[in-house]
């Protein structure tokens, strides 16, 4: 069965450092991989995709995601981070079998310390 | 471009009454997708509709439906509600081709049984 794992419920960053949200999958297949963000009082926003091709992508927000595809991860980056990234961040996957649907992992809350 | 649109905002109803809820697409997206995110449990996939049909659904029971009609947009209807149904009501649409499966999101509609 497909699954998604955010391991960290939350996460702590001081504004100006490196930030880092963990995924990781479990599929049969070769895996499309998302990351989206979801500021308070708002709908999910699309940060950036995976589909195949360079293993680190780049999304909205000077957001980056490394594609490991040894240790089935996708952990999303940021090289300093701002207090307006403080939101709730999930990380889905999708693989084109015959149970096609979008997994999401359970959201990890990220919180920005000014 | 117009995002994707939801109605009602709120909808507040009580113990096994039915609630309907409805989502218009992106223009040019053939898929929609609903999702329930109810409080601490991240977001759970309900039903994937594309080019009119039922593609895939969740493990929610039968009393959770839905249809897209020919102009791609979409209702949920919930049956006999409950109060744990209770939660965001989130409606995403995409593109249904490879290299375009990243979702956009709506604001949502908050239900609330009582």
């Known amino acids: 069965a497909q699954s998604v794992a955010q391991p960290e419920d939350q996460v702590k960053v001081a504004e100006g450092n490196p930030l880092t949200v963990k995924c990781t999958y479990s599929?049969?297949?070769?895996?499309?991989l998302f990351w989206y963000v979801q500021y308070p009082n708002r709908g999910l926003q699309f940060l950036l995709k995976?589909?195949?091709?360079?293993?680190l992508v780049k999304g909205s927000y000077g957001f980056e995601a490394e594609f490991n595809k040894s240790q089935t991860s996708f952990h999303l980056k940021k090289p300093s981070a701002l207090v307006s990234d403080s939101a709730l961040y999930f990380c889905a996957v999708r693989v084109l079998n015959r149970d096609d649907k979008i997994i999401f992992g359970k959201g990890t809350r990220l919180h920005i310390l000014p | 471009e117009a995002g994707v649109t939801q109605s009602p905002t709120h909808l507040i109803k009580t113990r096994g009454q039915q609630a309907t809820l409805r989502c218009s697409p992106i223009s040019g997206h053939t898929s929609v997708y609903w999702y329930q995110q109810a409080l601490g449990l991240g977001l759970q996939f309900l039903l994937w509709?594309?080019?009119?049909?039922?593609?895939n659904r969740g493990n929610f029971p039968p009393r959770f439906s839905g249809r897209q009609f020919p102009n791609y947009s979409s209702e949920l209807n919930v049956n006999a509600l409950e109060l744990e149904d209770s939660a965001l009501y989130l409606c995403?649409?995409?593109?249904?081709?490879?290299?375009?499966?990243?979702?956009?999101f709506g604001p949502g509609t908050r239900l609330t049984v009582t």
């Open positions: 599929v049969s297949g070769n895996p499309y």
């Open positions: 509709y594309d080019e009119g049909e039922e593609r």
């Open positions: 995403a649409s995409s593109f249904n081709r490879i290299n375009s499966y990243e979702q956009y």
């Open positions: 995976y589909i195949t091709g360079d293993n």
